[in-house]
C-alpha cells in the first residue's frame, strides 16, 4: 500500500472540513485524488463535468487522527 505524502495529508483534511465530500472538474489535474483512492481513503464516482470524491471510513479516520496530531497540546 503507498505511503500518505504531505499534500495527501492536507488534501483529507481540507475535503473532511468540507463535509466529507469535494467536486472535482473532470477537466482539472486528479493525481492527488487518485492517490486518495490509492490509499481506500476516498472513493470516486464521476459524472459528465465533475468527478465526487466521497471520503471512505478509512479517510474519515485518518482525517480526524491528523487533526488531533497537528492541534496544539
Do not use: C
Amino acid at each position: 500500500m503507498p505511503r500518505p505524502e504531505e499534500q495527501d495529508k492536507q488534501l483529507i483534511m481540507d475535503i473532511h472540513a468540507f463535509g466529507g465530500s469535494m467536486r472535482v472538474a473532470v477537466d482539472a489535474p486528479l493525481n492527488s485524488f487518485k492517490r486518495l483512492e490509492d490509499l481506500g481513503w476516498a472513493e470516486g464516482r464521476a459524472t459528465k463535468k465533475a468527478v465526487l470524491y466521497t471520503l471512505t471510513r478509512a479517510g474519515i479516520r485518518a482525517a480526524k487522527q491528523l487533526r488531533q496530531m497537528r492541534r496544539p497540546a
